[in-house]
């Protein structure tokens, strides 16, 4: 029963490829979809030979203001540059900084 593709002459794989030609553009097209909605890496370009960011900072060293990067586009990074401003308007986006300052 599953073994009728051994019959197929090539001009039935022939008929055929459109078909498959097409799911596999569906498949790409919503692969595409998907990561740009919802998947795909947030880092793109920072430190990516290790299998995980990670910063650590004693608190007293701090100062009075700290502003920490949360869109990974920051040339900087951990700290904000800005880029988040180019970032946002590219994508449609509404990301910012962590800003960490004493009272006043
Ligand atoms: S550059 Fe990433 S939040 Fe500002």
Redesign the pocket.
């Known amino acids: 029963m599953m073994e009728f593709y051994k019959n197929l002459s090539a001009a039935d794989w022939a008929s055929l490829l459109p078909f498959g030609i097409a799911c596999a553009a569906v498949g790409f097209g919503a692969k595409t979809l998907i990561d740009k909605k919802i998947g795909g890496p947030v880092n793109l370009s920072i430190r990516k030979g290790e299998s995980k960011v990670v910063h650590s900072m004693d608190i007293e060293d701090l100062g009075d203001k700290a502003v920490f990067?949360?869109?990974?586009?920051?040339a900087k990074f951990p700290y904000?540059?800005?880029?988040?401003t180019a970032h946002n308007a590219a994508f449609g986006d509404n990301?910012?900084?962590l800003i960490i300052k004493k009272k006043e």
């Open positions: 990067c949360r869109c990974w586009r920051s904000c540059d800005g880029s988040h990301v910012g900084p």
